[in-house]
C-alpha cells in the first residue's frame, strides 16, 4: 500500500494561485493512476483531476478545465496540482488519490484504495 501526504494548501485570495503536491512512500507512483479529489463543507466528495499511469494523460473535472494542471513526477514520486485563477467555489479539502494500473473510471473514488489526509484550500472573495 502506498502512504501519500499533501501539502500546499492555503488561503488565497479570488484569482491567485496555490500548488499542492502529493508525496509517496512505500511504493513507487509508477503504476499508479493518480487523482485529486475534493471535498466542501455540507458537499459530497468530488472528483476533480485525474493523471494516468501509463502516460502523461490527465482528465478534469469541468469546473477546474483550464485552470488547474495536474503533474506527476515519478522520479520523485510526487504528484501536483496546480492551480489557478482561483474561485470561492474552489474552497474545500483537496485530497490525493492512488490506485495502481487503473485505465477506466478514474472520476469513481471508489476506485482508488490509498488515500492522503488531506490540505485545506481557502478562497476568499
Known amino acids: 500500500q502506498v502512504q501519500l501526504v499533501e501539502s500546499g494548501g492555503g488561503l488565497v485570495q479570488a484569482g491567485g494561485s496555490l500548488r499542492l503536491s502529493c508525496a509517496a512512500s512505500g511504493r513507487t507512483l509508477s503504476t499508479y493512476t493518480m487523482a485529486w479529489f475534493r471535498q466542501a463543507p455540507g458537499k459530497e466528495r468530488e472528483f476533480v483531476a485525474a493523471?494516468?499511469?501509463?502516460?502523461?494523460?490527465?482528465y478534469y473535472a469541468d469546473s477546474v478545465q483550464g485552470r488547474f494542471t495536474i503533474s506527476r513526477d515519478n522520479a520523485k514520486n510526487t504528484v501536483s496540482l496546480r492551480m489557478n485563477s482561483l474561485k470561492p467555489e474552489d474552497t474545500a479539502v483537496y485530497c490525493c488519490?492512488?490506485?495502481?494500473?487503473?485505465?477506466?473510471?478514474?472520476?469513481?473514488?471508489?476506485?482508488?484504495?490509498?488515500w492522503g489526509q488531506g490540505t485545506q484550500v481557502t478562497v476568499s472573495s
Open positions: 488519490a492512488a490506485a495502481m494500473f487503473l485505465r477506466s473510471d478514474y472520476r469513481l473514488s471508489k476506485k482508488y484504495r490509498s
Open positions: 493523471i494516468l499511469w501509463n502516460g502523461p494523460i490527465a
